[in-house]
Structure formats: C-alpha cells, structure tokens
Nanobody, 126 residues
Framework: QVLLVESGGDLVQAGGSLRLSCAAS????????MGWFRQAPGKEREFVAA????????YYAGSVKGRFTISRDNAKNTVALQMNSLKPEDTDVYYC???????????????????WGQGTQVTVSS
C-alpha cells in the first residue's frame, strides 16, 4: 500500500515553468514504477511521463517530450515532474501514480497503475 500526495500545481503564463512533486508514504517505494498523468474535464486521463523503479528508464508522451522531465529520489520517497515551455494545452489536473513492479521498465498504460494521488491543478494562461 502506498499513499501519494501531489503538490506544486499553479497558474503560470505560457512559456513558463512549474515543478510538480509527489510524496509517497509506505515501504519499498524504490520498487514502484512512478508515473504522471493528466486529465481535463470530460476527457480520459492521459499519460504524461513515467520512470522505472531505479530511475534508469524514463518514458514520455510525445506532446511533452523535450519540455518535461521526470525524476525520482528514492531516499526521500519523492518523484518530480519539471515542466518547461508550458503551453495553454498543458492545462489539466495532474496525477501521480504508482505500480509495484520487479520490471526495470517505465510504462504508459494507466490501467497498470494501482495507486493514485488526488491530483494538482496546473493552469497555463495564454
């Protein structure tokens, strides 16, 4: 069992940056693949980025590749999403997710993730 709490969402102008953080409680955080997803009202939750349990593998959605960076600190039980060059279309509620795994992979299928945070709002104004 792991509890996830996101923070860092805010209102920012287009072209700006934000850093989201997700704090995890529970043991063996280092054995979880961690992901970030986002969702707008009335739309499906979509994949943003994921990182393997040891940070050795990362995976990004095409729409954010080159602008967003996912990282983790297993000593602090945290995962972060650095978002640069933000666009109005990045406006969404962002969710942190976790899945226990022995795999060294990072994956994008939201159905594979068992634990979710409550979300943090990111709003990008034009």
């Amino acid at each position: 069992q792991v509890l996830l709490v996101e923070s860092g969402g805010d209102l920012v102008q287009a072209g700006g940056s934000l850093r989201l953080s997700c704090a995890a409680s529970g043991r063996t955080f280092s054995r979880y693949v961690m992901g970030w997803f986002r969702q707008a009202p009335g739309k499906e939750r979509e994949f943003v980025a994921a990182i393997s349990w040891n940070g050795g593998s990362t995976y990004y959605a095409g729409s954010v590749k080159g602008r967003f960076t996912i990282s983790r600190d297993n000593a602090k039980n945290t995962v972060a999403l650095q978002m640069n060059s933000l666009k109005p279309e990045d406006t969404d509620v962002y969710y942190c997710a976790a899945d226990w795994t022995l795999s060294g992979k990072a994956y994008s299928d939201r159905n594979e993730y068992d634990y979710w945070g409550q979300g943090t709002q990111v709003t990008v104004s034009s």
